[in-house]
Nanobody
């Protein structure tokens, strides 16, 4: 089992920045590819960004490319999502997820999920 705990959400004005953290425990963190997803009420969970087990490979949804950066620190068992130039449409609950395989943009690919962190961007 892998336990994931997100932190760093909150309320920010449009154009501002936030950094989400996701702390992992329970298994060897570097064995897991990680992803960030987001969800708003009534909509399906949406892929935001992914990172390989080593951190050398990253990939993003088109809607956040150039504004968001995913990174990880395997020594701290933590994955991050730096969010810049935030827009009201970025408002959502953000989830981190882990899989002991190559990463993917499909939510169903992931085995473990955090409880979510609310991000609200005001206009």
């Amino acid at each position: 089992q892998v336990q994931l705990l997100e932190s760093g959400g909150g309320l920010v004005q449009a154009g501002g920045s936030l950094r989400l953290s996701c702390a992992a425990s329970g298994r060897t963190f570097s064995n897991y590819a990680m992803g960030w997803f987001r969800q708003t009420p009534g909509k399906e969970r949406e892929f935001v960004a992914g990172i390989s087990r080593s951190g050398r490979s990253t990939y993003y949804a088109e809607s956040v490319k150039g504004r968001f950066t995913i990174s990880r620190d395997n020594a701290k068992n933590t994955v991050y999502l730096q969010m810049n130039s935030l827009k009201p449409e970025d408002t959502a609950v953000y989830y981190c997820a882990a899989v002991s395989a190559l990463g993917s943009s499909r939510p169903t690919h992931y085995d473990y999920w955090g409880q979510g962190a609310q991000v609200t961007v005001s206009s």
